[in-house]
């Protein structure tokens, strides 16, 4: 039996569960976890063996790029080519939040990270306990939704199982999921601020800080 052929494994968030994280995920290995909105696959962002795996683990296009969560603002600097005022605008408003900022990527970000545009998809997590997993696991993660391509996103760890039986070598159980909306994804990588999806913060919100600045 092959290693992504294992029976998926489910531990509840706590000091086992993410020693065991840090360990898979400094090996190149896949967990599933609670973000500050649903569950998410993550891996080492800068692992390119470790994201694609990711993709055919989700059945999806590898054109597409892959968000990252981030445990602190120096953690999430290693990902951007420079903070714009744009960035420091929003990052300052709604960090640690559901505000996942586009910016330019940095020189050592993998393309399959990017999926060859350039830019990577970051954010700071409004839940300590996340930024907390977050860091003992290297400081960064991707955060893309763990479902399939195309499926609803995971609420609930036994929702993720359901979804990934085998192929995962870690669902770290953190209760369900503390959101109903996905992050608001906001492209800051040129000179305006560009809506790519509303979510958990709304275009008003965004929009009265512009005007306000």
Request: glycine fraction near 10%; hydrophobic fraction near 40%; include cysteine.
């Amino acid at each position: 039996m092959g290693e992504r052929d294992k029976r998926t494994r489910i531990i509840a968030d706590g000091e086992e569960a993410r020693r065991e994280a840090k360990r898979i995920i400094e090996g190149g290995g896949l967990i599933a976890f609670l973000t500050d909105t649903f569950y998410g696959l993550g891996a080492d962002p800068f692992n390119r063996a470790a994201i694609q795996s990711i993709f055919r683990l989700k059945g999806r296009d590898e054109g597409k790029p892959i968000l990252v969560i981030a445990s602190d603002m120096e953690a999430a600097s290693r990902l951007i080519a420079e903070r714009t005022p744009l960035f420091d605008l929003f990052s300052r408003q709604f960090w640690p939040g559901p505000l996942t900022l586009v910016v330019r990527a940095a020189k050592d970000v993998p393309e399959e990270l990017t999926a060859g545009t350039g830019t990577v998809g970051v954010r700071i997590p409004a839940v300590e306990a996340v930024r907390e997993l977050v860091h003992i696991c290297g400081g960064a993660l991707t955060a893309t939704s763990a479902n399939p391509s195309g499926a609803e996103p995971a609420l609930t760890a036994e929702m993720v199982f359901d979804y990934f039986p085998t192929g995962l070598d870690l669902i770290v159980d953190g209760g369900p999921a503390r959101l109903d909306r996905p992050s608001t994804v906001l492209d800051v990588s040129s000179g305006e601020a560009r809506i790519i999806r509303e979510g958990a913060i709304s275009r008003r919100e965004l929009e009265s800080l512009v005007a306000g600045s």
